[in-house]
Each structure stands twice: as structure tokens, then as C-alpha cells.
């Protein structure tokens, strides 16, 4: 099975490699106009399940346009949300009521994945998303903030952190990818990377019960734009750069940090708590049960409430 994933992986570089050499986002996003306009929809009808008061906006980086989405009252503290692969800034639904009681919630969409950002530079590198994500913190003169980043947001918050003299307050990561560690189940993420070269509802169902406990629980609202998403992203350079961070690089970090993974989580395991309790001076770890890499809406209450206590205190 080792030897499929490294095909399969393989085939994705392969793709990756003929999206990168193209300009703009679009022309390895959406191919045709039709297939933006249905994704805009779903996404508007996803974001609408948050259920909140918020607002829309859109910021000039140097890599193209960022969209954010604000909610909370604006004298409390700042918290910057950064979503999954693929999932957008909608994927916070379950959680952003509990989230933007007592905090200014900014959740930005990643510019190199199907959302309402648009990139109009090429695929960036890891040093760009940093410059990216700090031009969006500047632009809304945000100090010591906090930050939730789940999976490849958890990866990308890593790598702010890294960062000498970041912006950032606490830190929150749910079951990050490929941070402190390579994926632990590679056979049961074959599903998503078979997805990503083959896209069909059916092998999207596989996906979400291979990352989900409860795929039942998500919305089918949410369920058709992330479906749209995986379809239409088919090249993803990005993801095939994210490597675990090194030793040195994690002992740099000097933030507060919570990370939760789940108890069926495919992409974590305790190895991956451990390494960061090794190296990340200040952390706490939890795993929730009866959850998988989904856990934010796999087990949202108790995600939400581990995620308030710790920025509480």
C-alpha cells in the first residue's frame, strides 16, 4: 500500500508541476466560468451557515487579492482562523458562534486553493504564504492575536509562529498536517489523494468517512461547496511542500500553543503529540475522543470548549 501512496503521490507532483507553470489561479482552479459560478454559490450558501452576524472583505497582497470574512465584537481580542485544504473559511461553522463571543474573528482564505481569494502570482513558497498572511495582519494593524489553524492551517500557523518577532498571541492547532510529523495512516489518506486526481462523489463520501467519525454530522450544504472544491483543485503544488517542521525550527517557537488531534485521526497519532511536547516549550496537547481529523465538527463542542479554555487563560 506504501508503494500506491507513492504513486499516487508521484501523479499528483506531476500535475502540480504542469498547474504551477501557469499563471493566474484560475487557470488550474476553475477552468471554465461556469465552474467558478457554481462554486461562488455554494460557498455564499456554506457561509451562510454560520449563522452570525459578518462581513466580507477583500485585501490587496502582493500575491493577489485576500478574502476574509469578519465577525465578533470589535473590542475584544482578535482571532484569526486559518481553514483546511480545500475546506475555505466557511468550514467554521460549527464552531464561530462559540468563537466570536468574546473575540474580533478574522478567517482568511488560503489564495492558493478554491475560495474567494485570487491569486494572480504563481504558486507561492513558504516564505510568500508567510509574507502573504503578514501583509493581512498589517493591513488590519493586528498585535498579539490569537490563532485556530486546522490541518494544512495548522501547518501554515506552525510556520508564522517559526517566524521571528510574530505578530501572534496563542495558538491553537487542530490536528495539524504535516507538522510535527509525516501522515500516520498513509493507506486510509490514499482516498483523498485518489480524489484529487479522479474527482467523484463517490470517492468523496470514501474521503469523509476515512477523515470523519460522524461524516453524518456535516451539513449538506457545506458537503457540496468542499465537494466542489476537491473537484475542481485537482493540482495542489502547495501541499507537496509542507514537510514537518525541524527540531531547531519548533524549539524557535515561543508562543503559547494548544494542539488537538483526535483519537481516530489519520493524520496525527501520539507520536506526533509527543514530538511537539519535545521541542515546543510551551504546549499543551489534548486528544478528543470519538473524533477524526475532522474534529472541529466531529466533536464541536468539545473542540469549542478546549479551544475557549485555553485562550482564556
Not at 466580507?56 to 482562523?81: C, M, Q, R, W, Y
Request: aromatic residues 10%.
Amino acid at each position: 500500500m506504501l508503494k500506491l501512496y507513492s504513486r499516487l503521490a508521484i501523479a499528483l507532483f506531476l500535475v502540480a508541476s504542469c498547474a504551477s507553470k501557469k499563471t493566474k489561479f484560475e487557470d488550474y482552479v476553475f477552468k471554465t466560468k461556469s465552474e467558478e459560478t457554481a462554486y461562488q454559490t455554494a460557498y455564499d450558501k456554506a457561509l451562510q451557515l454560520w449563522n452570525i452576524p459578518y462581513t466580507e472583505e477583500d485585501v490587496k497582497t502582493s500575491f493577489g487579492t485576500a478574502h476574509v470574512v469578519i465577525a465578533g465584537p470589535k473590542n475584544e481580542k482578535d482571532l484569526v482562523l486559518l481553514h483546511g485544504m480545500d475546506a475555505s473559511s466557511t468550514m467554521w461553522y460549527p464552531n464561530i458562534q462559540a468563537l466570536a463571543k468574546n473575540h474580533r474573528v478574522y478567517a482568511i482564505d488560503f489564495i492558493m486553493e478554491p475560495n474567494k481569494s485570487n491569486l494572480t502570482a504563481k504558486p507561492l513558497s513558504s516564505n510568500e504564504i508567510a509574507i502573504y498572511y503578514n501583509e493581512i495582519f498589517k493591513h488590519y494593524k493586528l498585535k498579539k492575536f490569537d490563532v485556530i489553524g486546522a490541518s494544512r492551517g495548522g501547518w501554515i500557523a506552525t510556520l508564522l509562529a517559526t517566524q521571528k518577532n510574530n505578530p501572534m498571541d496563542k495558538i491553537v492547532l487542530l490536528s495539524p498536517a504535516q507538522t510535527f510529523k509525516f501522515i500516520d495512516k498513509p493507506r486510509k489518506t490514499s482516498s483523498a489523494l485518489l480524489l484529487k486526481l479522479f474527482p467523484s462523489e463517490k470517492k468523496f463520501e470514501k474521503t469523509l468517512k476515512a477523515f470523519s467519525t460522524h461524516p453524518e454530522k456535516i451539513s449538506p450544504i457545506y458537503k457540496r461547496q468542499f465537494y466542489l472544491a476537491n473537484k475542481y483543485a485537482k493540482s495542489n503544488s502547495s501541499m507537496l511542500k509542507m514537510k514537518p517542521f525541524s527540531d531547531a525550527e519548533l524549539k524557535s517557537i515561543q508562543n503559547p500553543m494548544l494542539v488537538l488531534i483526535g483519537d481516530q485521526d489519520v493524520i496525527n497519532s501520539d507520536e506526533s503529540l509527543e514530538r511537539a511536547k519535545k521541542y515546543v516549550s510551551k504546549i499543551d496537547t489534548v486528544k478528543i475522543k470519538d473524533a477524526g481529523h475532522f474534529l472541529s465538527i466531529d466533536q464541536s463542542k468539545i473542540t469549542n470548549d478546549a479551544i475557549i479554555n485555553f485562550l482564556k487563560h
